[in-house]
C-alpha cells in the first residue's frame, strides 16, 4: 500500500485552507487559525498537525497504536 500524504485541495491566493489524506475518501481538514485572518504559516502549521494525529489514528501500524 501507497503511504498516504497530505494533498492541499483550497487555496485562498497562496494560503492552504483545506487538505485531505490521499489514502482516505472524504477526509479533510480544515485550516485554523487564531485570528480572522488567514497566516500562512499558521494555517500550514494547523493542517500539518491535523494530518499528522490523523496519521498516527488511522495509519499507524497495529504495534504503534495505543
Not at 494560503?15 to 481538514?29: K, Q, W
Not at 487559525?33 to 499507524?60: C, M, W
Request: aromatic share 8%; net charge positive; charged share 25%.
Amino acid at each position: 500500500m501507497k503511504r498516504p500524504f497530505i494533498r492541499v485541495i483550497k487555496w485562498l491566493k497562496e494560503i492552504p485552507v483545506e487538505a485531505t489524506c490521499t489514502a482516505c475518501n472524504g477526509v479533510t481538514f480544515k485550516a485554523k487559525g487564531s485570528t480572522h485572518r488567514p497566516n500562512l504559516i499558521e494555517y500550514q502549521n494547523s493542517l500539518q498537525q491535523q494530518f499528522d494525529e490523523h496519521l498516527k489514528l488511522v495509519h499507524a501500524e497495529p504495534a504503534q497504536r495505543q
